[in-house]
């Protein structure tokens, strides 16, 4: 079934910046949103933003605009997430998740740990 | 932004028997088409969100029929009608109906 598989855990230092990949596999990358959500240490899950994997179109949360940027490439079936400017509480866990607009995410990659500390 | 709260926080089962979620939220999540949109999600431990229920009632692909979602406009509840050991984890639900897209806080199901 679709799939979602996320790359590696990451270490930065305040102030950096992290890009984490989600590549998609066994459905049309095209046809549907990737959606962002992160979870930080005893927090609820908070929606970063999604893209259109489409068109490149994308909506970000408020609070994150200005240091969120999400980007996709068809070739590969790859959507990117870029964080900039990393304060220790962006240190959570990121989903990718497929959906976007009103859809519900019903598939979610495996998460990947982000840290970070200086 | 459209808060979402979930109660009970914690949430002591004991298996056979039936479990109820509540999830209340600050607007009301009916669009103009009709749909509810509000979805459940299962955070078993150490595993991504999964997910349950879409639009308020519909149960996802491969979900048990022992899971159902109902309510409308603000007030939305998930039940499990005979709760199993692999159903523990936490439960959360999630508005699509406006950006930002808000997430509860969280139920804990646990086994006693």
């Known amino acids: 079934q679709a799939q979602l598989v996320q790359s590696g855990a990451e270490v930065k230092k305040p102030g950096a910046s992290v890009k984490v990949s989600c590549r998609a596999s066994?459905?049309?990358?095209?046809?549907?949103?990737i959606s962002w959500v992160r979870q930080a240490p005893g927090q609820r899950l908070e929606w970063m933003g999604w893209?259109?994997?489409?068109?490149?179109?994308?909506e970000y949360a408020p609070r994150l605009q200005g240091r969120v940027t999400m980007t996709r490439d068809t070739f590969t079936t790859t959507a990117y997430l870029d964080l900039s400017n990393l304060r220790s509480d962006d240190t959570a866990v990121y989903f990718c998740?497929?959906?976007?607009?009103?859809?519900?995410?019903?598939?979610w990659g495996q998460g990947t740990v982000v840290t970070v500390s200086s | 932004d459209i808060v979402l709260t979930q109660s009970p926080l914690s949430l002591p089962v004991t298996p056979g028997e039936p479990a109820s979620i509540s999830c209340r939220s600050s607007?009301?999540?009916?669009?103009?088409?009709?749909?509810?949109?509000l979805s459940w999600y299962l955070q078993k431990p150490g595993q991504s969100p999964q997910l349950l229920i879409y639009?308020?009632?519909n149960r996802a692909s491969g979900v048990p029929d022992r899971f159902s979602g109902s309510g409308s406009g603000t007030d939305f509840t998930l039940k499990i009608s005979r709760v199993e050991a692999e159903d523990v984890g936490v439960y959360y639900c999630?508005?699509?109906?406006?950006?930002?897209?808000?997430f509860g806080g969280g139920t804990k199901v646990e086994i006693k």
């Open positions: 998740a497929r959906g976007s607009g009103t859809d519900a995410f019903d598939v």
């Open positions: 066994r459905y049309v990358f095209t046809n549907y949103g």
């Open positions: 893209i259109s994997v489409y068109n490149g179109n994308t």
């Open positions: 607007q009301r999540l009916v669009h103009f088409n009709g749909n509810s949109y």
């Open positions: 639009l308020g009632s």
């Open positions: 999630m508005q699509t109906l406006q950006t930002p897209l808000t």
